[in-house]
C-alpha cells in the first residue's frame, strides 16, 4: 500500500501542512472524545510514530521535545491532584496520607487522606487524554513547516496567517535561545538548573525570542507577504495521493471512535465498579488509522536549516 500511494511521486518531500494538521485534529479529537485508556495510548503512540519517523530537523520543529516533556507532566500532576486534593473513591486503599482539616464548606475537597486505586486511575485517564492531545499537537508542529502553512491560506487570510506565523515561531525560538543562554551560564561557571537560574535566563530568552520574531515578520512583508500579489511569487505545495490518505485518517479516526460510541460498542475504564476496558475492533481501527501517516508518507527532507519564507 505504501509503493501505491507514493507511486509517481517523490519519496523525499515536504507533505503539504493542511494534511498534518487536519491529521492532528481528528486524531486529538479521537482521543479527547474516549474514555477507554488503551485508545488513548494508542493515539499517543501513533502521535509518536510521527515524530520519530516524519519529524523534521529544522529549528521551528525545536519546540516538539519541550511539548513531550510538558504531556509528560501533565500526566503526573493530574494524578498527584487526584491523590491530593481529589474527592475520594473507591474502596481499594493503597495507603493513607496525612490528612489536614478543611474548612465545612470546602464540600468534595480534601487534602490528604486515603489513597485509592481508583483515584489513582481516574488521575491517569484524565492526564492521559490531555497527554494524547499534546502530543498530536507535537507531531504537527514538527512535520509542517509554518511558513509553507501560511502559503497554502487564501489570500483573505494573509493578516491573520502572519500573526499566526510569527507567533509559531516564537516557541521555538524561545527553546533555542533558552538552550544557547544556558550553555553561556555554564561555561561561565553560573548555575543552570533551579528557580533562581530560570528567572536570570528569562528576560535575555524571550527579548531575543521576540526579536527573531518580529524580524520573521519583517522579512515575510518585505517578499511581499500579506499583499495581494503574493500568490504570483510562490508556487503552492501540491497536493498529491499522501495528502489524501493523511488528511482523511485523523477524522476517520475520530469518526471510528464515535461509532464505537453510538453503536454502544466502546468499553471504557469503569471506577465503580472497578473494570479494566477491552480494545473493540473499532478502537483498533481508529488506532490503526491514526498510526498511517507515520508509513504511508514520504520522507521528510533532512535539515538543519530554517524553513524559507
Request: with cysteine; proline share 8%.
Amino acid at each position: 500500500m505504501t509503493k501505491l500511494l507514493l507511486h509517481h511521486d517523490r519519496l523525499v518531500r515536504w507533505l503539504h501542512p493542511v494534511a498534518w494538521w487536519t491529521w492532528a485534529v481528528g486524531a486529538a479529537s479521537a482521543a479527547s472524545i474516549t474514555g477507554n485508556p488503551l485508545v488513548m495510548l494508542g493515539i499517543s503512540t501513533a502521535a509518536l510514530l510521527v515524530i520519530m519517523k516524519r519529524g523534521a530537523s529544522a529549528p521551528w520543529a525545536a519546540s516538539v521535545v519541550p511539548l513531550v516533556q510538558l504531556a509528560g507532566i501533565v500526566v503526573f500532576a493530574r494524578i498527584l491532584m487526584q491523590a491530593l486534593i481529589g474527592a475520594p473513591m473507591g474502596t481499594h486503599i493503597l495507603l493513607h496520607l496525612p490528612q489536614a482539616p478543611l474548612p465545612g464548606w470546602l464540600t468534595g475537597v480534601r487534602l490528604g487522606g486515603p489513597l485509592t486505586l481508583e483515584s489513582l486511575l481516574l488521575g491517569s485517564l484524565e492526564g492521559l487524554r490531555f497527554a494524547a492531545v499534546l502530543l498530536c499537537i507535537a507531531a504537527a508542529s514538527t512535520v509542517a513547516a509554518p511558513s509553507r502553512l501560511f502559503r497554502s491560506l487564501p489570500s483573505r487570510a494573509d493578516d491573520v496567517g502572519t500573526l499566526l506565523i510569527v507567533a509559531g515561531t516564537l516557541v521555538p525560538h524561545l527553546v533555542q535561545d533558552f538552550r544557547r543562554v544556558s550553555a553561556a551560564r555554564r561555561l561561565r561557571g553560573r548555575h543552570t538548573r533551579g528557580v533562581r537560574a530560570a528567572a536570570a535566563s528569562l528576560t535575555p530568552v524571550v527579548d531575543a525570542a521576540l526579536e527573531r520574531s518580529m524580524q520573521l515578520a519583517a522579512s515575510m512583508f518585505s517578499r511581499g507577504y500579506g499583499l495581494d500579489v503574493r500568490a504570483t511569487h510562490h508556487r503552492p505545495d501540491p497536493w498529491r495521493a499522501a495528502e489524501t490518505a493523511v488528511a482523511a485518517s485523523g477524522p476517520v479516526s475520530a469518526a471510528l471512535v464515535l461509532a464505537g460510541i453510538a453503536l454502544g460498542n466502546a468499553s471504557t475504564l469503569s471506577i465503580a465498579p472497578l473494570q479494566w476496558p477491552t480494545l473493540p475492533l473499532s478502537s483498533a481501527l481508529a488506532i490503526l488509522a491514526a498510526c498511517l501517516p507515520a508509513f504511508l508518507t514520504p520522507e521528510t527532507p533532512t535539515t538543519d536549516r530554517p524553513e524559507p519564507v
